[in-house]
């Protein structure tokens, strides 16, 4: 009606000015396109070279203001029969759970049938700990002690009994072992405290953990392949397998995975410690980003509980705990405050983070045990702008190949000749300290000492690789030897504490 009244003049302009706003408007629309797609080229570029050297395996999705920039599977989900991982692939993502178990508690909290600040004893009468609250449960920071401490006894009585949710309380209540410190006066992360947390949901809900989070995370939040299964890791029966990767053990000496299943260990530790709430969620990356939306968007929370769950706990001394409630929390020194979390099993790394200035999201899933923390900043550095080095490969592993095939003598001159061509490899102590320890723990002491050695030798001023040596020195029985490292560890770090209570066992 308006437009009937202008004069041809006024009309003339009028259409001008709307066409130039709408063409602004789609300039800006292809610009963003064209930089959300070059990003993903980015990553895509960056995290197919680390796969094609090895150091990724699984998937990862990147996100930005809730819409999806990047999401791509790497590599086997089964590596027997060549099953690949996809973007409906199904990983257990480990104490990531610990978030969601956080968040069904928070939504009680919203409901006014738990109070953060009121002592468990209120809800759980026979817990044995007066002072402890939700609050210190959800940061770690009550002091209890670990599960295998407290039901160790029982387990000398009966080698073959099978703890549930429903034990839990019992035995802490009839073992009453002493906290490791007084509620909130430190910071301590502990499975436990996400299994009384998953008590109390069921305490105060009066519904079974496995049923309330169905009905109040999974479904609100649209997470249609999660699942909690019926006993944890390692133990999945019938339809829990269907697209769920298997967990492998990359040994950096070997190009064989080694199925984590197939260790009997893994198997009878998790079906006697058949708990819920700290760890046993499994999901896709897709339905974690969906969790994260329904978060955002006030599903699940209201936006002012979610805001305190992810503001840093203070100890009682006003010192940073590290811990919101349930949140892992990091004031990075470029990318600013992060908020997540991490899981992670023979076999497996998870991550999970989101940076919520930019509202920037990243998940990792890796089924052969890479380090998702290391892949999930990486991505969000990429995000911000920064230039990566592109992956190289990793020379460690071909050390510890060489190392276990033809001996010290020639694998120290392959390390030495790769180590000029920075083109094509890299080294860093903490790859070197890994496959240290990969020998360790497979029992290859002889190879374990000779890398943490070589290690000393690359990096003569890091405390750490001395301590390492002396670790594997001392497995050895090379005790002398050992006490030298130890105490060259403490030289350049005063700080290692662990190392000086060895030191002082070995003097005596």
């Known amino acids: 009606m308006i437009l009937k009244d202008m004069s041809t003049t006024l009309y003339s302009r009028y259409l001008q000015t709307r066409i130039f706003f709408i063409t602004a408007l789609l300039g800006i629309a292809s610009f963003s396109v064209l930089k959300s797609q070059n990003t993903a080229e980015k990553l895509d570029t960056y995290f197919s070279a680390k796969a094609r050297h090895g150091d990724f395996n699984g998937v990862i999705l990147v996100a930005e203001k809730n819409n999806i920039l990047y999401h791509k599977a790497f590599g086997f989900a089964d590596f027997e029969h060549k099953r690949l991982n996809t973007l409906h692939s199904r990983f257990p993502i480990g104490s990531i759970t610990k978030l969601l178990t956080a968040t069904a508690a928070l939504q009680l909290v919203d409901q006014g049938l738990l109070n953060l600040e009121a002592p468990i004893r209120n809800y759980l009468s026979q817990f044995p700990y007066p002072d402890i609250t939700l609050s210190h ?5 009550s002091g209890l002690p670990g599960w295998d401490a407290v039901f160790k006894n029982t387990i000398q009585k009966h080698p073959d009994a099978v703890f549930t949710l429903d034990d839990i309380l019992p035995e802490y209540t009839d073992q009453n072992i002493p906290l490791s410190f007084k509620p909130g006066s430190a910071h301590e992360y502990n499975n436990v405290n996400s299994v009384f947390v998953a008590l109390l949901i069921e305490k105060a809900s009066g519904e079974p953990y496995d049923i309330y989070m169905k009905q109040h995370i999974f479904a609100p939040a649209g997470m249609n392949d999660t699942f909690i299964p019926e006993i944890p890791f390692f133990n999945y029966t019938g339809s829990e397998k269907k697209n769920v990767s298997n967990l492998y053990i990359d040994h950096m000496f070997s190009s064989i995975k080694e199925n984590a299943e ?3 260990a893994n198997k009878t530790y998790w079906k006697r410690f058949n708990f819920k709430g700290f760890g046993e969620i499994v999901l896709t990356a897709e339905d974690l980003f969906k969790f994260k939306k329904a978060l955002t968007e006030g599903k699940l ?7 305190k769950a992810q503001t840093e706990v203070r100890l009682s001394d006003g010192s940073p705990s590290g811990i919101g409630l349930g949140w892992q929390i990091e004031e990075h020194n470029i990318l600013g405050k992060l908020v997540g979390h991490g899981g992670g099993l023979p076999g497996l790394s998870t991550g999970f983070i989101d940076q919520p200035d930019t509202q920037r999201v990243v998940i990792v899933f890796d089924n052969t045990q ?11 550095m990429i995000l911000f702008g920064r230039k990566l080095p592109t992956p190289t490969k990793n020379i460690a592993r071909i050390y510890g190949k060489s190392l276990l095939k033809s001996g010290s003598a020639i694998a120290t001159h392959e390390l030495l000749s790769l180590q000029k061509d920075t083109t094509k490899y890299y080294l860093s102590e903490q790859q070197m300290n890994r496959l240290g320890y990969d020998f360790l723990r497979s029992g290859k002491i002889p190879q374990a000492v000779e890398t943490f050695r070589m290690n000393t ?5 890091s405390s750490n690789t001395y301590d390492s040596y002396g670790e594997s020195l001392l497995k050895d029985s090379q005790k002398e030897k050992a006490l030298i490292m130890y105490r060259k560890s403490v030289e350049l770090n005063p700080a290692n504490e662990n190392a000086k209570k060895i030191i002082v066992e070995l003097s005596r």
Request: charged share 20%; hydrophobic share 40%; proline share 3%.
């Open 137 to 141: 449960l959800l940061s770690h920071t």
């Open 457 to 461: 030798e690359l990096f003569p001023q």
């Open 301 to 307: 929370l209201s936006l002012s509980t979610l805001k």
């Open 370 to 380: 890479q380090n998702a923390e290391d892949l999930e900043m990486e991505a969000l």
């Open 262 to 264: 197939t260790i009997s």
